[in-house]
Structure formats: structure tokens, C-alpha cells
């Protein structure tokens, strides 16, 4: 039996130490997949084959819920692949995402909080459901909830210190085309446009704007929405006004 465990990079000590508990706790009875684990995907592997193979044999899927990871779209790609095969998704809230601010449609499945003092005894006890086995294991829940809480900490450290990093870096002149795309969004009212739209407004190919949107992004100058389904949107952060601002473009 597989689990597959969705997390964006900067989480994967949180995603690393969450695996070794669940392999310990149904020792032989599981195997969890990490994508930044190196055992399970090997120097000199196709990464995305290796991702794409874990997901076809799944059984249940976790997905590590923070301010941060629900803003990518690759958590929001991996969680859409494990709703498509209908198998068992467990949304993991950290790092001040509670259950009751998630977005949907990852809202509308059951979701735990790491710092819930119930946090070890449900996340097992729903494995063990979705496992096929009749008895959750006895371990030491308490060093397991403090160990998890510890490295959920430390990911809540690395984000302040890479907010930090993007404030210095927005000072920076942007690129004359990345500009245009903030002074526009700037001015757009009603719909949010996608990449398709933003690349025909400014007659270049979606492949190029993509580009500039992610180097926006990145600087957290724009915001990109995300929808299961659909194509994103994307809009004018607070500081992507404030940078047009300072400027004297707004």
C-alpha cells in the first residue's frame, strides 16, 4: 500500500520527518513517497515519471497545507491528480493555515491541524481506515507531535527569512516588459485576466508572458489565483501597488 505525500520544497524536512513516522508507526504495512526523499527518486531518474508512477498507485494521498504551498501550482496539480483517481486526500494544515481558512475545493475534504493536540491520534486513525487495518498502532504520539511541530516551526523560520529576501529584491528595476504587465494589471478592473489574456493584450506568445508572470510572481508583485479546472488569473499584490507607487506610476 502507497501514500503520497504533496509538498512544496521548502516543507520537505516537515515532509521527510511526517514519512518516517508513518513507515515506523505501520512498519511493513505502507510505503510513503516523498518527491524530495533521494530514495525515492534516485540520482539520474526521470522526476516526473517517478512523481507520475507514485500517483498511479497511490491509495491515499496527504497534502501539506500552508499559506505558502496552496500559492503554487504544483501542489494544487498533484492534489487535482490524486481527486481525479477519487482516492482518500487528507489535507496536513501548518505554519498558521487552519482547516477552516482553506480554499476550496481542498476545503471540502477532512482536514487536520499539526498543532491540534488530536493531531497524531486522527492522522493515524484515518490511515489506518484508508490502509484497510482494524487497529491504529501504539507509538509514542507525543514525541511524534513534537518532533512535527518542530519541523513545522523551522519551515515557518524559512518562509519569514524568504519574504525577507523578496523585500530587498523588489527594489530592483524590473525588466521594461515586466513593468508594463504591473501597469496594466494595475488598471484592469472586473475580471482577473489569465496568461492567454495578458499575452494577447500585449501581442507576444503565451510561453514568453508565462515567463514574466512567474519572474513577478517570484518577487510577490503579482498573485496568481489558482482553479482546479481552469487556467489561473493573476492580479496586483499590495506590493506590486505600492512598487508603482514609489515610482510615480500610480
Not at 124 to 153: C, N, V, W, Y
Request: one cysteine or more.
Amino acid at each position: 500500500m502507497k501514500l503520497f505525500i504533496s509538498h512544496i520544497s521548502e516543507e520537505s524536512n516537515l515532509a521527510l520527518v511526517l514519512k518516517e513516522w508513518i513507515e515506523s508507526s505501520f512498519a511493513g504495512q505502507c510505503e510513503v513517497f516523498v518527491s524530495s526523499d533521494k530514495d525515492d527518486i534516485p540520482a539520474g531518474a526521470k522526476w516526473l515519471d517517478e512523481i507520475d508512477k507514485a500517483l498511479e498507485n497511490a491509495i491515499a494521498f496527504v497534502v501539506l497545507c500552508s499559506p505558502a504551498s496552496l500559492a503554487r501550482p504544483w501542489i494544487n496539480f498533484e492534489t487535482g491528480c490524486g481527486w481525479i483517481k477519487r482516492v482518500p486526500i487528507v489535507p496536513v494544515c501548518h505554519s498558521g493555515q487552519s482547516k477552516s481558512a482553506l480554499p476550496p475545493p481542498i476545503s471540502m475534504f477532512q482536514a487536520i491541524e499539526v498543532e491540534d493536540e488530536k493531531f497524531i491520534s486522527d492522522l493515524l486513525t484515518g490511515l489506518a481506515k484508508h490502509f484497510g487495518i482494524s487497529k491504529i498502532p501504539r507509538i509514542d504520539q507525543d514525541s511524534m507531535r513534537q518532533e512535527l511541530i518542530a519541523a513545522a516551526s523551522n519551515v515557518k523560520l524559512q518562509g519569514s527569512t524568504t519574504r525577507e529576501k523578496r523585500s530587498t529584491e523588489i527594489v530592483e528595476e524590473l525588466p521594461s516588459e515586466a513593468l508594463e504587465i504591473l501597469k496594466v494589471l494595475c488598471q484592469i478592473s472586473g475580471r482577473d485576466p489569465t496568461a492567454y489574456d495578458l499575452a494577447r493584450h500585449f501581442k507576444i506568445s503565451e510561453q514568453r508572458m508565462q515567463y514574466f508572470l512567474e519572474f513577478l510572481d517570484e518577487k510577490s508583485l503579482i498573485y496568481r489565483a489558482l482553479y482546479m479546472g481552469s487556467p489561473s488569473t493573476y492580479s496586483l499584490t499590495s506590493d506590486g501597488r505600492k512598487y508603482l507607487f514609489d515610482r510615480g506610476l500610480l
